[in-house]
């Protein structure tokens, strides 16, 4: 292993599902000003394309989308092995008591409420990636 190998830092890759194009814009460019690689896609078929061939460190997302509701995209990822335990934080402006609670027995790293600040969601992906590196390192 070479010295710049060393110094070599993988980019951490976040999914973003928003719920429109002007969205996807506002919050890409919040998550890439993290230093992030950030895939944005507007509906569930898009992310999981994406799905099939990263492995993202975070994945941000609405619950509404055009094609269906977070709920199925929290199942699947969940379902698949290896995004058994990626972070998914949940951004929606509606949602009721028992989806919350479904979303949250799946798994969910954090429900973030609209409207919000863009440098809440910017701490909240932080940490996600960072726990979720944490625990990668760790397990054996």
Do not use: W
């Amino acid at each position: 292993m070479t010295a710049s190998d060393t110094n070599r830092v993988r980019q951490s890759v976040v999914l973003l599902i928003a719920e429109s194009p002007a969205a996807s814009q506002e919050l890409g460019e919040a998550i890439e000003a993290l230093g992030c690689m950030c895939h944005a896609v507007h509906d569930l078929a898009q992310a999981e394309n994406i799905l099939t061939h990263y492995a993202p460190d975070c994945v941000v997302m609405n619950y509404a989308t055009p094609d269906g509701h977070g709920a199925e995209l929290i199942g699947l990822l969940r379902r698949r092995m290896m995004h058994k335990r990626t972070p998914i934080v949940l951004i929606t402006g509606e949602i009721t008591e028992v989806e919350l609670e479904r979303a949250v027995m799946h798994g969910i790293y954090a429900y973030l409420a609209k409207p919000f600040r863009v440098e809440e969601l910017q701490r909240l992906v932080g940490a996600a990636i960072a726990d979720y590196q944490t625990a990668r390192l760790r397990k054996p």
